[in-house]
């Protein structure tokens, strides 16, 4: 849960909330950013509830920023405009507007902090 003072707060992991979303083998916690920021920017983090059984589907969104960072584990990741890239914690991929995408693989203990601009976007599911 997250201490409300006027804009700015603290979110505590020992009070984290996470729910299921986009990806039913996911599990997102919202950091409170989207609430604090009016809906202009959107941070959570992403976790692997499931063992990794293929690629998770190719897709895009249609939003103004977006960006990874690998807090734990390891993955492969396909973007249109560079191809393939593998990353491991501590690594840190931006996605350019549209760019359509794939994560190929992850690990069992795959976590990663999400940050989009805006907070809500449509995501796209599209053939290769």
């Not at 984290?16 to 983090?45: C, F, H, P």
């Not at 890239?85 to 976590?111: C, M, R, T």
Request: proline residues 4%.
């Amino acid at each position: 849960m997250a201490e409300a003072t006027g804009k700015s707060y603290a979110a505590h992991a020992a009070d984290a909330n996470w729910a299921e979303g986009l990806r039913s083998y996911l599990s997102y916690r919202g950091l409170g950013i989207k609430e604090a920021t009016d809906g202009k920017v959107m941070a959570q983090v992403i976790r692997a509830n499931e063992p990794c059984s293929g690629p998770m589907g190719y897709h895009y969104h249609d939003l103004e920023f977006q960006m990874n960072y690998l807090i734990k584990g390891s993955a492969c990741v396909y973007l249109e405009d560079i191809g393939e890239i593998h990353v491991q914690a501590g690594d840190v991929w931006y996605q350019a507007p549209n760019v359509k995408h794939e994560v190929l693989e992850y690990s069992d203990d795959f976590e990663v902090l999400e940050i989009t601009m805006p907070a809500d976007f449509p995501t796209h599911e599209i053939s290769r």
